[in-house]
């Protein structure tokens, strides 16, 4: 057999001493040595003494050497080499020119690769050099592929990369250092410099990081910046939207900045660019006049020499509410049931009340000439029903007749029946004055209510009864379930009477009387339907307010009245929440690239989820007001359905919803959803050096701008030792010249020691 080949050596003690006795043995001889040299302190020839002294140290080294037993141990190692990662940042910035009319970052890169390529090869002998693009996962990437494909991640996060090459090494391939290709456009953990947590997370990588800075920082751009807005706002209350304006080479030129909704501008302002990189807030203060979601764009132009134009306008979805729903509440006459809902609505911090009082019936006869002498005050009846009646979000009849050919009630039944047509709410409350004695004075109204008159009023108490659509309907659903609801209305005191009524076609009862009955059905007590755009109730009673004044009485939790009317003005106002279908935008705004989710939930008209409904929802430019694309579905069990649109063109849209159950229409609903043209990655073509330059000072890297040539002179950890295959002792102690020098020091010291007259 050939015999091993060792490549490697090192001294070794051979000696069979455990390290205790050794160190012992050893305190031995120096004591030894410092014997001696008390013996000779009064040498008077210094010659004489720094001969013993020189004589005894050799032989308690000689000594010493023989109890080590020293030899040399040969070893067969091989050595392993430690990695060095290269990391080039291949987020969609990297497409940005490095330099006006120059190749693109990544391309800048790949040349600089192919010209350092020398460089890795010499370090063969010690380190594997690895490539890996960032995108955002580390994959393996060539120079070749730098400069074909374009870079397309669409967030940059160094701080990630640098983790995964760091916890790539664990074993016996260590992790030397990292070369850190990039523009420094971090968008995440890195966006407000190496500080706090990033910073440690920096520390404890362990390895120097080098940074090479790609791009230059002199590109011509303008870009829209740093958006603030609410998420939501209230109608017909201001608000105020703030954004950046980012300006590089645009130093001393004014910029317009445009705000505008779905293609209308909103607003505009101009700002002065100061300086050749300067950023300037400017703020937009408007009132949103429609409730709804809606997108905004803000803008600036886009000039021919930019480095990027898709950045100069930023989207976004605002979705508007109601701050305070506006009442008008006209009563015939006072009563404790107008008393108790004036009092709710008053105390109801989201509900601004208008209320008057007509304090005349048809049977009234006022004795005068002029019926405007009856009031010191004239009732506005032009300005309240006319002029005024659109400001208004709900108007409330209650135990209200009156009707007058002089004052034209005619032209005014005929603005309220349009203003329910097109989108208003309203609310008849029974009593003597109406669904009895006035129910004729104002038919053209009537037509718009979800019931008509059937005879005369019933003054028996009742329990009113909760119908099965009265369970799933929002107006009434006053439990926390069906069943809570259903026991919260059966412990309320008993109507003392109610108007008889007859339910039209269409509307939806949801309590009815028990006892009284037309055309062999239970007469309804609240009734509720759609008319046009508009919404109608009906509550056939004056006597609503004895179930707040049961529940006070007995000091019960149970809020049954306020729960009633809070949940009738939700429903009556539209509250998104409250409709038969409601289309949610997911998300409402849309990073480029990425589809277009909708969440459809359909319900039939008493509100039970409608499974197996068909759903159609198109998507809707707002820049071109033309459908883009259209897609379909059906509802679970639970009445919802998600679809998706292929990415769309950036820019606003609406998603216009409808669904069918059979030969039921549910209804229509809209949403509002933005898509951007632009992510954050591709916001601001600037470069980052300041953070490059963190990086590397952290880590106890270096920093560079990319060099033109060569791979300069990079810090990096040396390989760990090596790993140890074969070994073989050769003993160096057992030379008998060793053990011929030992007694030589020792015989002459004795010599020199009898000579001098120390024995």
Known sequence: MNSPSFNAWKLVSLSPLPVWALVLLGVGLVLGIALAAWGVRREPSRGRKLLLWGLRLGAGVAAFFFLLEPGIRHLQVARMKNRVAVLVDRSASMNFPSEPGGPT??????????????????????????????????????????????????????????????????????????????????????????????????????????????????????????LKVDDFAFVRNSLTVEVEIHGRGFSGQDIPVVLSQEGKTVASKLVRMTTGDDVKPVSFTF?????????YTVTVPTFPDEAVSDNNSRSFTLKVIRDRVR???????????????????????????????????????????????????????????????????????????????????????????????EGGAFVMIGGDSVLGEGRAAMPTLMEALPVEAAGPANADPFKPRLTPEGLRHPVTSIGTGAASTEATWGELAPIPG????????????????????????????????????????????????????????????????????????RWLVRDPDLTTLKVTADPPSVEPGRPVGVVVQARMADYQPAEGAQVRVELFSVATQKPVAVQTGTTGADGVVRVEFAPPAPGPYKLLASAKKGETDLGKGEDAVAVRAVGPELSDASVRPELMEQIASVTEGKAYKLPRDGMPDVPLLDPPVVEVGRAKDQPLWDRWYYLVALIALLGAEWFARRRFGYV
């Open 105 to 226: 970052r990544s391309a800048q890169v790949a040349a600089f690769l192919e010209k350092a390529a020398p460089t890795f090869a010499s370090w063969q002998d010690r380190f594997t050099v690895e490539v890996y693009g960032v995108d955002p996962e580390l994959s393996p990437v060539t120079a070749a592929q730098l400069s074909q494909e374009p870079a397309r991640a669409g967030t940059t996060d160094l701080l990630a990369a640098l983790r995964a090459a760091a916890s790539g090494g664990q074993g016996s391939r260590k992790l030397s250092g990292v070369l850190l290709f990039s523009d420094g456009a971090d968008n995440t953990e890195l966006k407000a410099g190496a500080v706090g947590r990033a910073r440690a997370a920096l520390t404890d990588l362990g390895v120097p990081v080098s940074t090479f800075l790609v791009g230059q920082e002199a590109l011509k751009d303008l870009s829209v910046e740093g």
């Open 287 to 295: 009132t949103p006049d429609q409730t709804g979601r809606f997108v």
């Open 327 to 421: 009442v008008l509440l006209v009563v015939g006459r006072p009563s404790w049931d107008e008393r108790f809902l004036r009092g709710l609505l008053k105390q109801d911090a989201n509900v601004d009340l208008v209320s008057f009082y007509i304090l005349r019936t048809l049977s009234d006869d006022p004795g005068v000439s002029n019926e405007r002498e009856l009031s010191l005050i004239p009732f506005p009846m032009e300005e309240i029903f006319d002029t005024k009646l659109h400001t208004f979000d709900v108007v409330i009849f209650q135990n209200f007749g009156y009707s007058d050919p002089s004052l034209s009630i005619a032209e005014y039944e005929r603005n309220l029946e349009r203003y329910i047509h």
């Open 498 to 569: 109610a108007n008889l009524t007859r339910a039209r076609p269409g509307a939806t009862v949801l309590m009815d009387h028990p006892f009284m009955t037309v055309d062999g059905k239970n007469a309804p007590l609240v009734s509720v339907w759609d008319y046009g755009r508009g919404r109608a109730m009906v509550v056939a009673t004056d006597a609503t307010w004895s179930w707040a004044f049961t529940a006070h009485r007995e000091g019960s939790p149970n809020r049954a009245y306020d729960r009633f009317w809070g949940n009738a003005l």
